[in-house]
Nanobody, 123 residues
């Protein structure tokens, strides 16, 4: 099964940018749909972006559309989230997740999860 490790979180001022990375090991990365979730304090975890296994389909939550961009490099087994124009409400723990190709690429029931990386946006 795939194992996921996120990196790239940190503290940034409002209006700034961060790029999150997710490194996958074990399994065949190209056969997984991938997603980015986040969980803010006191809130439920939410799907903010996902990409199908071949990269042909992408989803963005309305709150991040136009500011965040998901991408993947199957050869390097990497998933990325470029986050621009960050806002204080983007503060959360961000998780990388994977779903086998037979499952949904856009749902919330992803099977495999990373440990998360903290993103804090100051005003």
């Amino acid at each position: 099964q795939v194992q996921l490790v996120e990196s790239g979180g940190g503290l940034v001022q409002a209006g700034g940018s961060l790029r999150l990375s997710c490194a996958a090991s074990e399994g065949t990365f190209s056969l997984y749909h991938m997603g980015w979730f986040r969980q803010a304090p006191g809130k439920e975890r939410e799907l903010i972006s996902s990409m199908s296994w071949g990269g042909g389909n992408t989803y963005y939550a309305g709150s991040v559309k136009g500011r965040f961009t998901i991408s993947r490099d199957n050869a390097k087994k990497m998933l990325y989230l470029q986050m621009n124009d960050l806002k204080p409400e983007d503060t959360a723990v961000y998780y990388c997740a994977a779903n086998r190709v037979a499952r949904s690429w856009k749902g919330t029931d992803f099977e495999y999860w990373g440990q998360g990386t903290q993103v804090t946006v100051s005003s």
